[in-house]
């Protein structure tokens, strides 16, 4: 069964630095998407970057980066120069094919941004 | 371009009640999916719709239902309501549900007391 695992239930970084997220996955499926969502107290989830399976080069999106290492399952996100609003909790989760419009979702990393 | 918009953000619900939670998705999306996040289960698939149809269905009880028109705008209903099912309900939509990015609405949070 497709499963996805965030070990960080929280972090902390200080303004201005780079922080990375750890997301590692399981499936047997050769074709999957990973994406990486931002959740603010408010609720709302907000799309943030994607990275397919078969992506070459790993996804970037203005700070934020993947980091896919698909031999070792994981696919990390990076956050560089670390702003107040990035505090909110982070989830990791998984498109497996087969599977129309169904997310499988880690269970979070919160991140607070420190002054 | 408009996002996924959710209506209500807010309610408070009575035991035994039922409610109804809409989502409008984005422009040109045909796929919409629903979500149940709770603190002690995370984020849950309940169902996914297109072009009207139920193509996709997570492991919950019949209460939970809903549909798809044909203008791809998507109704939830939870029917006899429990503590249990307090909590944020998340709409997503994405143009055929597979393979494409998912956007997320802000969700309706939903309190049953």
């Known amino acids: 069964a497709q499963k996805i695992t965030q070990t960080q239930p929280g972090m902390f970084v200080q303004e201005k630095e780079a922080v990375t997220l750890d997301c590692t996955y399981d499936?047997?499926?050769?074709?999957?998407?990973l994406f990486w969502y931002k959740q603010p107290s408010s609720g709302e989830m907000i799309f943030l970057i994607y990275q397919g399976s078969y992506d070459q080069q790993n996804a970037t999106e203005g700070r934020y980066s993947l980091n896919f290492q698909k031999a070792r399952k994981s696919a990390n996100l990076v956050i560089s120069a670390s702003q107040l609003g990035d505090s909110a909790m982070y989830f990791c989760a998984m498109f497996p094919p087969g599977n129309t419009g169904k997310l499988i979702f880690g269970q979070g990393t919160t991140l607070q941004v420190k002054p | 371009k408009a996002g996924v918009t959710q209506t209500p953000r807010y309610l408070i619900k009575t035991r035994g009640q039922q409610v109804t939670l809409s989502c409008s998705p984005i422009?040109?999306?045909?796929?919409v999916s629903w979500y149940q996040q709770t603190p002690g289960q995370g984020l849950q698939f309940l169902f996914e719709y297109f072009s009207e149809t139920q193509r996709n269905k997570g492991n919950f009880p019949g209460r939970f239902s809903g549909r798809q028109f044909s203008n791809s705008r998507s109704e939830m209903n939870v029917s006899t309501l429990e503590l249990g099912d307090s909590a944020l309900y998340l709409c997503?939509?994405?143009?055929?549900?597979?393979?494409?990015?998912?956007?997320f609405g802000e969700g309706s949070w939903l309190t049953v007391v």
């Open positions: 422009s040109g999306h045909r796929s």
């Open positions: 499936t047997s499926d050769p074709s999957y998407g």
């Open positions: 997503a939509s994405s143009l055929t549900g597979s393979g494409n990015t998912i956007y």
